[in-house]
């Protein structure tokens, strides 16, 4: 079973600031994740990613296959980035993408 | 474009009274689709999947069953709730044959008293 951890649990900064949210596994995966869960619980899909980089408006995903660690960075924070964000990683059952969770990052942007 | 559908937004029951949670799923056909299953301060974890009609595989053994009577529709359900059973309820889509993104509806919020 892979083990998903996220650091930090919790990260609070100014507006402004570069923002960098971890995400470390424990076995080879096909694809990870990165999600963003709104104070109202909806979920979004930022990213999925199984080798480099992605780059969207201000946000940034990196994952090292080797290392089994990826990072999620957002440039220029705003307010309105404040969520809980997840990483998720799925296994080899091509097509059926069960995913392991983290337990997710909460993230508060002050004005 | 898809869309995923998942109600009612928030429930309050009683414990030992039965639970009907419906998501639905437009715009793609053949879909898998998740039900997952966030307790307060956890992560999010994977209760059922189904890869077509009647096809439900159970991750975790819960007091908790699973449906998929129409291609686009899947239900979770349970006889008698527990006080266990509270915590927010996501559904979630995925293309068949392809890796893909999972898309996630907008989440059900039960508490049970």
């Known amino acids: 079973k892979n083990e998903v951890e996220q650091s930090p649990q919790n990260l609070t900064a100014q507006e402004g600031e570069f923002i960098t949210i971890n995400c470390s596994y424990s076995v080879g995966i096909s694809a990870l994740h990165w999600l963003q869960q709104h104070p109202g619980g909806g979920i979004v899909s930022l990213f999925m990613l199984s080798s480099g980089k992605k780059k969207h408006g201000r946000l940034i995903a990196t994952i090292n296959i080797q290392e089994k660690h990826s990072s999620l960075h957002i440039t220029a924070s705003h307010p309105r980035d404040s969520a809980v964000y997840i990483c998720?990683?799925?296994?080899?059952?091509?097509?059926?993408?069960?995913?392991?969770f983290g337990t997710g990052t909460r993230l508060t942007i002050i004005p | 474009s898809q869309t995923i559908h998942q109600w009612p937004a928030t429930l309050v029951q009683p414990v030992g009274s039965p639970l009907s949670l419906e998501c639905t799923v437009e715009?793609?056909?053949?879909?898998?689709l998740y039900w997952y299953r966030q307790a307060a301060g956890r992560g999010l974890q994977l209760l059922f999947y189904?890869?077509?009609?009647?096809?439900i595989s159970s991750e975790v053994p819960q007091n908790l069953s699973a449906s998929r009577p129409q291609d686009r529709q899947f239900i979770l359900s349970s006889k008698k709730l527990l006080l266990s059973d509270s915590g927010f309820y996501l559904c979630a889509w995925m293309g068949r044959g392809v890796k893909n993104i999972q898309y996630f509806g907008a989440g059900t919020r039960l508490s049970v008293l």
């Open positions: 715009g793609t056909s053949n879909p898998n």
């Open positions: 998720a990683v799925g296994g080899d059952n091509f097509g059926n993408e069960k995913l392991t």
């Open positions: 189904s890869v077509g009609i009647g096809q």
